[in-house]
């Protein structure tokens, strides 16, 4: 039986970052994914780099400062090794946020009335705001060059199939069990994201957290007034991502619905009218497309990444809505410890260990 020295399980941003980094020390990677690479949470996600949100937790904050730092080189690597087009975009974001909320950044400044008309001259909200100087990406776009790239490095995959359990030999991990096979390796990773937790021998403890987009489009025969949205504007009833093609993301819901990915068409309605509260001209917009994704939450909504009990398998899932942002460093701070290097950042709050 092929061994490799590491096995990847789950093909979403995470797992691809992290089988993509790992070759960069020279290791056989294999990525086990049970349906399409970078089609769950991943493909699903708004794609905002919201480092400024002053509802991360606090013990998270060095990690996504850092991971935020991280991204344009990320996405530089990305594109120069996949031949794909990441929209990474840089215009910043304006928040408008509760008085007791105030942005954790300290590039942030406050908005007057004025300046947010200014700048978004579309915009119908009332008040001053913030400017957060944050980023968004097209997750899609980036999962299709962490695909690229990772197979351009000499990631093996497998997909379509299942991973069940983390075979023992020896008294630690030393293959993965799927629906079809078995493959061996002198290490295991858990990426599987809100389906971490059906893996056994050791349940990693994720649950899913649905939530509902809406992609809207200019209606054909618009005049031409410019984009109707330059920056992420975020809102407390919804958040509004513009992309470089013209598309415009609402979002988005928090669902406690188990593993339901069904789209209610009511809820789809309620995001596009609550966008039109926020820029009236999205009125003039179709809705193109309207989806669902399950974000992998922890028990504590902080990320579960290290060794777990069993030697050599680990974990690095349970971003909730922050595993786009969170890509980079974990994937830097993953690789450093599979290898044997001091992770350059503290993990002990984030141990799989924590949950006994």
């Excluded at 997909?159 to 078995?182: I, M, P």
Aim: aromatic share 6%; proline share 7%.
């Amino acid at each position: 039986m092929k061994t490799w020295d590491v096995i990847v399980i789950g093909g979403g941003v995470i797992g691809l970052s992290l089988a993509w980094r790992l070759k960069a020390d020279r290791l056989s990677v294999l990525v086990i994914e049970r349906h399409e690479p970078g089609r769950e949470a991943s493909y699903a996600a708004g794609g905002m780099i919201a480092s400024c949100d002053p509802h991360i937790p606090h013990t998270l904050k060095p990690l996504v400062c850092a991971s935020a730092r991280m991204y344009a080189e990320f996405v530089r690597e990305l594109q120069d090794e996949s031949g794909e087009s990441v929209d990474l975009r840089d215009a910043g974001t304006i928040a408008f946020v509760a008085n007791d909320a105030t942005p954790e950044c300290a590039d942030a400044r406050t908005l007057a009335e004025a300046e947010v008309s200014k700048i978004e001259r579309f915009l119908n909200v009332r008040g001053g705001a913030w400017f957060l100087p944050e980023s968004s990406v097209d997750p899609r776009g980036l999962g299709r060059a962490l695909i690229k790239a990772a197979r351009h490095r000499g990631v093996d995959f497998v997909t379509g199939s299942t991973a069940t359990e983390v075979l023992v030999g020896d008294g630690r991990a030393a293959a993965v069990k799927t629906t079809h096979s078995a493959y061996a390796a002198a290490a295991v990773v858990n990426c599987s994201g809100a389906w971490a937790a059906q893996i056994q021998p050791i349940g990693i403890p994720t649950h899913p957290v649905k939530g509902q987009m809406v992609c809207v489009v200019p209606q054909a025969g618009r005049p031409h007034l410019g984009p109707l949205v330059q920056h992420v504007v975020r809102t407390p009833d919804v958040y509004i991502i513009p992309r470089t093609d013209g598309r415009i993301l609402l979002g988005a819901t928090v669902e406690e619905a188990g593993f339901d990915k069904q789209v209610d068409p009511d809820t789809i309605q309620r995001l596009h009218k609550a966008g039109i509260q926020v820029v009236p001209e999205l009125a003039t917009t179709r809705i193109h497309d309207a989806w669902a994704g399950l974000r992998p939450a922890s028990p504590d909504n902080l990320p579960i990444l290290g060794e777990t009990t069993l030697p050599g398998y680990y974990a690095a899932t349970g971003h909730y809505r922050d595993g786009i942002l969170l890509a980079p460093i974990t994937a830097q701070l993953m690789a450093q410890l599979i290898t044997g290097r001091d992770p350059e950042c503290h993990l002990k709050p984030f141990s799989p260990l924590r949950f006994g």
